[in-house]
């Protein structure tokens, strides 16, 4: 019996990660697909409270089965397991995105907020990410990595409530290294906001500001990238500090 695979993104049904992620998949079990019917990227784990979800057959991909949903990437997911297929999936799959999602920046991802909820359901599950904003980027060599990642991970014993974090360079085939496992870099974004005045002058904001890498680590995420690796990290739920705990047993509270 061939696995079912799930697949998701945060860029939209329509993106063409989706297609190239989707175009893997296929080669290796029965395929469903839900995805938003609108861009959803730096959503985190958002999930809809305030209004309805809705799902809606979509056709773009002849011979699969596959829905639009108004909602987020982690809705998807939800929806996916406990009205559409009304079991849980033998592995989740989310991407490709337009765009990396190292470091900290999991912390904002649909896309890997997607596997996240996969892993907190004790799925096994993928987030993929080509480091290439561009619209109408090459997935080639991402779709390289996907088969060899995708192909091991139905082959081996899938760490339990754990989902993988691949990045993949904007490089062709043969730049390619081989593949990294890695831990996330300690990176992060120094926020400011682009101010500008309406037609009511009025002000409003635009987010932006640079992302700056502090971790001199050979082990990270980024290294593996700018150095022509692809990079998997192993990424959790649970964000306790556990180093800590001791630490401030002995607060006075």
Same mark, same amino acid.
Request: proline share 5%.
């Given at each position: 019996?061939?696995?079912?695979?799930?697949?998701?993104?945060?860029?939209?049904?329509?993106?063409?990660?989706?297609?190239?992620?989707?175009?893997?998949?296929?080669?290796?079990?029965?395929?469903?697909? &839900?995805?938003?019917?609108?861009?959803?990227?730096?959503?985190?784990?958002?999930?809809?409270?305030?209004?309805?979800?809705?799902?809606?057959?979509?056709?773009?991909?002849?011979?699969?089965?596959?829905?639009?949903?108004?909602?987020?990437?982690?809705?998807?997911?939800?929806?996916?397991?406990?009205?559409?297929?009304?079991?849980?999936?033998?592995?989740?799959?989310?991407?490709?995105?337009?765009? #990396?999602?190292?470091?900290?920046?999991?912390?904002?991802?649909?896309?890997?907020?997607?596997?996240?909820?996969?892993?907190?359901?004790?799925?096994?599950?993928?987030?993929?990410?080509?480091?290439?904003?561009?619209?109408?980027?090459?997935?080639?060599?991402?779709?390289?990595?996907?088969?060899?990642?995708?192909?091991?991970?139905?082959?081996?014993?899938?760490?339990?409530?754990?989902?993988?974090?691949?990045?993949?360079?904007k490089l062709k085939n043969e730049k390619i290294k081989g593949i990294k496992i890695c831990r996330q870099a300690h990176a992060f974004w120094e926020d400011r906001f682009d101010k500008r005045m309406d037609q009511f002058n009025k002000p409003y904001y635009w987010l932006t500001g640079d992302f700056t890498n502090a971790d001199a680590g050979e082990d990270t995420d980024l290294f593996a990238l700018e150095n022509g690796?692809?990079?998997?990290?192993?990424?959790?739920?649970?964000?306790?500090?556990?180093?800590?705990?001791? #630490?401030?047993?002995?607060?006075? &509270?």
């Open positions: 019996m061939r696995p079912l695979i799930f697949i998701t993104n945060d860029d939209g049904i329509s993106a063409k990660g989706i297609k190239s992620l989707i175009d893997v998949a296929v080669e290796f079990g029965d395929v469903l697909i &839900i995805a938003p019917d609108k861009p959803q990227s730096g959503m985190g784990h958002a999930i809809t409270i305030n209004h309805p979800l809705r799902l809606d057959s979509s056709r773009l991909f002849e011979g699969l089965t596959a829905f639009t949903c108004t909602g987020t990437p982690v809705d998807c997911v939800k929806l996916g397991i406990y009205e559409v297929m009304h079991r849980k999936p033998d592995l989740i799959v989310s991407g490709f995105n337009h765009g #990396e999602n190292t470091s900290t920046n999991v912390l904002y991802s649909g896309t890997m907020s997607a596997v996240v909820e996969g892993a907190m359901e004790n799925i096994p599950s993928i987030g993929f990410s080509l480091c290439d904003f561009d619209a109408d980027a090459d997935f080639s060599e991402a779709q390289e990595i996907a088969r060899k990642v995708i192909r091991k991970s139905l082959d081996s014993s899938f760490p339990s409530h754990v989902c993988f974090n691949v990045n993949i360079p690796y692809a990079s998997i990290v192993p990424t959790q739920f649970d964000m306790t500090a556990y180093k800590v705990i001791d #630490e401030i047993k002995n607060w006075e &509270i």
